[in-house]
């Protein structure tokens, strides 16, 4: 496949703010790619745009970098990095601050679309049998959610079957019990605010979780299936430099800051009052002795902000995390995803796709866990076309 022409225009992403669609044509088959922008990046991420604003990168592009990519003939995975060379004459600062990250993959992405249009196996091994497991976002808190809410990120649920549609069954009635309970239970939780499909909630930590272990064993007893909690903590947005800072702890004491071995004692707690079988970032993005600690009894410890999607700091993880989220933005480059879930698998690291990270096709986000036999993904139910094609996808192949 060769790129016949490329060019950059500015559109707007699904929270109304200003970014960068890549359209490509290559062989004559079109193909477009825009990244929204990340709402929670840490230190270790990249810059999503230039410091000179987008409207200058769009002239860059469209008058020098694309005539520069015509031409450019992709005909195996690795080949992306002649795709990553031409940028980096534009920006060789370590976290893009000339270009920023967003346009690097949103071309990446719009070639692999393109691709799609032909035959991808030549780019991915996608003849994988081996389907994920899938973990559901039922309410968010932290930082994804502006207002009173939880001081946890996200809660999940963990359906356990191998069948995806009664998995995804499961999911769906789940949800739907979750948010009845909520508007009997939490006096700030409205259907208008939650139009978008993520839940979210201002009840006190635990009551969310006695919540949902109540729900999780109804659902059991209605479907045969068993359902497994999870949390993504985010210990990095709870941590104020010297303790872990809480603000809905408990009824007793909604407000309470834990000290680090405070923080893992309580963690201890979750894991087997809840009997958790993920726990996603429990601390902050520097304590790695803490991560050791914890996974080292339990093993389900999983690393999103610890990690960055970085090789590097994932060798520091090996032994106290058990999975890794992978997140494209954090490093700008697809090549550098690979690298880490290589690297990942290599030293019995399980890659996590969370599908709100991939700022792609549907259709792309399922080749790229399909081909790289990704054994997990996280998903919202604001994705729901993202399951339906996983759902197509698992007719058809498996």
């Not at 810059?47 to 592009?61: A, C, K, M, V």
């Not at 919202?380 to 759902?391: G, S, V």
Request: aromatic share 10%; net charge neutral.
């Amino acid at each position: 496949m060769r790129i016949k022409s490329v060019k950059a225009r500015k559109i707007f992403d699904t929270q109304g703010k200003e970014t960068i669609e890549i359209e490509i044509n290559a062989d004559d088959k079109i193909a477009r790619n825009a990244c929204d922008n990340e709402s929670n990046k840490n230190r270790f991420s990249v810059n999503q745009h230039p410091r000179q604003g987008i409207n200058y990168l769009i002239d860059l592009f469209n008058k020098r970098i694309s005539n520069q990519l015509k031409g450019v003939g992709i005909e195996k995975f690795s080949d992306l990095k002649k795709i990553e060379d031409i940028f980096r004459v534009y920006d060789i600062t370590e976290n893009f601050e000339d270009i920023g990250g967003n346009i690097i993959l949103a071309t990446e992405y719009a070639v692999l679309r393109a691709s799609l249009q032909e035959d991808i196996s030549k780019l991915l091994d996608n003849e994988t049998k081996k389907f994920p497991g899938i973990m559901f976002n039922i309410i968010s808190g932290g930082e994804n959610v502006i207002g009173r809410r939880n001081d946890i990120q996200e809660f999940l649920i963990i359906p356990k079957t191998k069948d995806f549609y009664e998995c995804s069954r499961a999911a769906a009635s789940f949800y739907e019990k979750t948010k009845n309970e909520l508007i009997k239970r939490d006096q700030d939780f409205t259907l208008m605010k939650n139009f978008n499909s993520i839940l979210n909630s201002g009840m006190i930590n635990l009551e969310v979780l006695d919540m949902l272990s109540k729900i999780a064993d109804e659902i059991e007893k209605e479907s045969k299936i068993k359902i497994d909690l999870g949390v993504d903590i985010g210990g990095s947005s709870l941590w104020n430099g010297r303790n872990y800072e809480y603000k809905m702890f408990s009824k007793k004491n909604s407000k309470r800051n834990l000290s680090e071995n405070e923080q893992i004692e309580f963690v201890k707690k979750l894991i087997n009052n809840y009997n958790l079988t993920y726990v996603e970032d429990p601390f902050h993005n520097d304590d790695f002795d803490s991560f050791r600690e914890l996974n080292k009894g339990f093993g389900v410890i999983s690393g999103d902000d610890l990690i960055s999607t970085r090789t590097e700091r994932l060798k520091l993880g090996i032994k106290k995390i058990s999975s890794v989220v992978i997140n494209p933005s954090q490093v700008a480059s697809l090549l550098k995803v690979k690298e880490t879930i290589d690297f990942a698998f290599d030293n019995k690291i399980a890659p996590v796709f969370p599908s709100n990270s991939f700022k792609c096709s549907n259709e792309l986000f399922s080749y790229l866990v399909l081909g790289w036999k990704i054994p997990r993904i996280k998903i919202q139910f604001n994705d729901i076309e993202r399951i339906n094609n996983l759902i197509r996808i698992k007719e058809k192949s498996f």
